[in-house]
Every structure is written in C-alpha cells, then in structure tokens.
C-alpha cells in the first residue's frame, strides 16, 4: 500500500523537475501558479499519507508487542533464590529454622 504512494510522490517530484527545464513563457502566470499551487499540495498530501500509514504500522506493531509476556512479570521486591550469596550467614527464613537449647 504504501509503494504505490511513494510512486505518486515520487512523479510529482519527477514533474516539478521537468517543468523546470520545460519552456512554459508562453503559458499564463496563472497556469503556472495552478500548477505550483496542484504540486505543493498533491506532494504534501501524499506525503502525509505516507507519514499516516508508517504511524499506522507502528501503532499496530506495538499493539502485537503489547500482548506478549515479558521477563519483568515478577511484582515482589525479594531477591530471587539465584541471587543470595550461598556465603551469607543469614537464611530468608530464620523463623523456620530450629534451634537446640
């Protein structure tokens, strides 16, 4: 979809450059600015619509990133089990842990 605009746009530049070379004195002052007037804003709107459909995908592509699950999923603030130190004296459960009198 987006080819076919970027073509458009890409003729209107490709037109802009040729009525540069073209003699066009013989035409009226306003067929010129007609014209001038047609190509700012034919290339300006295709342009925008250019400009629209990557904002579209964009915003589609975060919608499917969206659903997907990720690695920060965990809530509590506790270390996991992998990250003590095994040469830390202290357990995570001390109340567990039985003690002869």
Partial sequence: MVLPVVWVRNAFNIAQIVMLYY???????????????????????SNLAILGLVLLGAMGFSKTLNGRPTSLGRTNKEPRPSSMSRYTRETRDDASEKTDV
């Fill in 23 to 45: 003699d066009v004195n013989n035409w009226s002052r306003t067929t010129n600015q007609a014209l001038a007037f047609l190509f700012i804003i034919f290339g300006e709107l």
